[in-house]
Each structure stands twice: as C-alpha cells, then as structure tokens.
C-alpha cells in the first residue's frame, strides 16, 4: 500500500478504516487526569482547531507556527492542525513565527508578543475549558474560541507533499518524508504506544501510531512506579522510550 504524502490524506485513511477505535489516550499521573479520544473525536478537534488558525487567525499555507505546550493531548491536536493546513512547526525562537500556542506557564511572556503574532492560550484543563480569569488583550483563549469552530475542514490552499512540516535546529521534514519516515518505522497492525516523551519534541510518537492504524497512550508527569500499569490496563504493545 502507498502511503499518504499529506496529513489529510494520512488522516482521511484513517477515518475511513476505523473511525471508532482509539487514537490518542492521555495520562496526566499527577492530577489523575484520563482522556481518550477515538479517530472521529480526535478529527473534530484538529478541524476545530485547523478552522481557527486558517479561517479565523488568517494563517496561510508556509506560515510558521510554535507549540508551545508540556505532553498533552492538545498538543496532538495542534501538530496535525498546523499540518492540516500546510503550517511549518518551528521553534518558540524561530524569528518567522507567524503564530504559536501556548500554555499557563507561558501566557504572560507570549501575550507580550501578541502585537507580533497570533498567540493562542490553553489552560490545559480538562475538557479543553477556558482560563478561570481573562487572557491578556491580544490573546486568543483556545477555551473560548475553538468550541465555535465547525467540525470539518478543507483548507482553500491544501498542503502539498514538498510543504515543510517540521524546522527545527537539527530536524527538517516535508509532509512527504515525514509520512514516509513514520511508516518506515511505525507499530504493528493496531498497535499502542505508550509514550512519556513531548509530541511536540518528538512527533513520531503521533506519526506512527496515526499512519500504521495504531494508538498513543501519552503519559504526563510520569510517575515511574505506576508506569507499567498503566502499560498493562491500557493493552500497550510498544514503549517511547523503549
């Protein structure tokens, strides 16, 4: 089978073989937070957020994008959203950003910049939820904003396999490579990885799940000695790190 070359046909291939099944499960050991969303919620998301950064921020096809945010299954989500709509993930010091997202922690030095570029805030609360207090002017609040964006998205100008998806020091990929790569070296069948690394950071634990038709289990602020339980209840096959 020939793999896809962009995040929409990756995503499209998906959907169309197993949109109930489990896509990403996140694990927040620390608060005890559980979130699993299947192929079909995990799209609604990345349309809702791939609607804001194109139709409402005015992103565009090659434009520069951070994410700025700890393990999270918002930063899932933000990843394929930026790939969706033909966005380069950079680095939060990249001199080009035409956008970034961030989270509580860096809010205050982001809002400082908003003059600059978009900046969209989470408050990395369950269920998405806004801020409990008033983002700083400038600031899109991801709480507020991204529940009214449509759950479907074409973008008017579609990524093409050449478009960079990621250009980072030390790590540049077209959406064609990036795809190629994580086929090459993906799960097993339906295989889950569990992960205590930053998608962000590394985005082939997102990769590699998504296009061999497998999951992540994403675990954040790991708590070692609960690690391989979680392993065990949530029928994981692969580990990152291994």
């Not at 050991?29 to 005015?58: F, I, M, P």
């Not at 994410?67 to 999270?72: G, K, M, Y």
């Not at 339906?190 to 997102?206: F, K, N, T, W």
Request: negative net charge; charged residues 20%; hydrophobic residues 50%.
């Amino acid at each position: 089978m020939t793999t896809p070359t962009t995040f929409p046909a990756v995503l499209a291939a998906r959907l169309r073989t197993d949109p109930g099944q489990p896509l990403v499960t996140f694990y927040d050991h620390a608060s005890g937070e559980r979130v699993e969303l299947s192929v079909t919620t995990w799209a609604n998301w990345v349309a809702k957020a791939s609607s804001l950064l194109a139709d409402e921020l005015g992103l565009e096809r090659g434009d520069r994008i951070a994410v700025d945010l700890p393990p999270h299954w918002l930063g899932t989500v933000f990843l394929a959203a930026a790939w969706n709509c033909g966005l380069t993930i950079a680095a939060s010091d990249d001199a080009d950003l035409a956008a970034v997202v961030c989270g509580p922690d860096g809010l205050d030095a982001w809002a400082e910049r908003s003059g600059d570029l978009a900046v969209l805030a989470s408050a990395l609360l369950p269920l998405g939820v806004r801020f409990a207090d008033p983002v700083p002017a400038g600031v899109t609040d991801l709480g507020v904003d991204i529940w009214s964006q449509p759950d479907a998205f074409q973008a008017w100008d579609p990524p093409q396999p050449d478009d960079l998806a990621i250009e980072v020091p030390g790590r540049t990929l077209t959406q064609a490579e990036l795809w190629s790569e994580a086929a090459a070296t993906g799960l097993v069948g339906s295989g889950r990885l569990l992960a205590v690394a930053d998608p962000v950071a590394e985005p082939a634990i997102l990769c590699e799940p998504l296009v061999s038709g497998g999951s992540l289990v994403l675990v954040a602020r790991a708590e070692p000695e609960r690690l391989e339980a979680t392993y065990v209840a949530e029928h994981a096959t692969a580990r990152f790190p291994a």
